[in-house]
């Protein structure tokens, strides 16, 4: 008698061990069947941009470069779409979590009035520059 109580909660977890890991398998291998069919389109306008001189220039960059000193505190992104939506540094608020989740990830940097950088290309009221940080895109207005 002792033996058959023994024997039913060691049956039960063995079946239900058995269970979890065949269910763990199948979901696994949905997992990888699911993503080897996934095609991703990149959509990056900073890429084309640069792509796009690239192309114009067949890549030789002008003799002279042009460097530019930020005259105020701005911000610089990698996208120029992202910097229509941004807010002056000075109109941002400590609190604002979408700014300074986008700061922790790096899609945007703050740069200090005096920080230095070469132009590489300008379209518009827009530069993309070339700073220690990165090339970024930041306003005309912004730099000197």
């Known amino acids: 008698m002792m033996k058959k109580r023994m024997i039913l909660p060691a049956l039960v977890l063995l079946?239900?061990?058995a269970c979890h890991n065949g269910r763990y398998k199948v979901t696994e291998e949905t997992k990888t069947h699911k993503?080897?069919?996934?095609?991703?389109?990149e959509t990056d306008?900073?890429?084309?941009?640069?792509?796009?001189a690239n192309k114009s220039n067949a890549g030789f960059r002008n003799e002279v470069e042009k460097e530019v000193t930020v005259t105020v505190?701005?911000?610089?992104?990698?996208?120029?779409?992202?910097?229509?939506?941004?807010?002056?540094?000075g109109g941002a608020?400590?609190?604002?979590s979408s700014i300074i989740r986008r700061l922790n990830a790096g899609e945007i940097f703050l740069l200090q009035a005096g920080?230095?950088?070469?132009?590489?290309?300008?379209?518009?009221?827009k530069l993309f520059v070339r700073f220690s940080i990165g090339e970024v895109w930041v306003w005309k207005s912004s730099v000197e």
């Open 45 to 52: 306008q900073t890429e084309k941009t640069v792509e796009n």
């Open 15 to 17: 079946l239900s061990a």
């Open 93 to 96: 608020t400590r609190r604002d």
């Open 115 to 125: 920080e230095k950088g070469i132009r590489e290309l300008e379209t518009g009221s």
């Open 35 to 41: 993503d080897s069919n996934v095609q991703v389109l």
């Open 73 to 89: 505190p701005c911000f610089g992104v990698c996208d120029s779409t992202v910097l229509d939506m941004l807010p002056a540094p």
